[in-house]
């Protein structure tokens, strides 16, 4: 479950108009959003959520972005905190990626960001 951008960051629009050669078979989500709930592929996580039964779409919200991590050329994820109702322990957008799938933020950003982690201090 996530909440929609009003608008692309100037720097994700940029890339896409010039895709340069450094950036060659990086990918920006079809999608951006941010990622403030997630169920991974159970379906009854969904039905549970107070917040999924809540969620209207295309609503905006204002998002601070505090950081982003970027696993070498894996992934590069936005560390985000939306001023909307979340469950997800690590909010974040998903900006680009080339070897791992969008939804592997979750998990870099857990590795990274959990008690002991490099980033604990962000969230």
Sequence with gaps: MSSKLGTLPS???????????SMENWKVPDNLHI?????????????DSEIYKKFKDGVQHKVKIVGALLIGERILTA???????????????TLMHKVWKPFSSNAALASTCQMGGTFYSQY
């Excluded at 720097?11 to 050669?21: E, G, L, T, V």
């Excluded at 560390?79 to 957008?93: G, K, V």
């Design 11 to 21: 720097a994700i629009d940029a890339y896409r108009k010039s895709k340069p050669k």
């Design 79 to 93: 560390i985000t905190f939306p001023q909307t109702e979340i469950s997800n322990e690590y909010p974040h957008m």
């Design 35 to 47: 990622t403030v709930d997630f169920f991974g592929k159970d379906p009854q996580k969904a039905k």
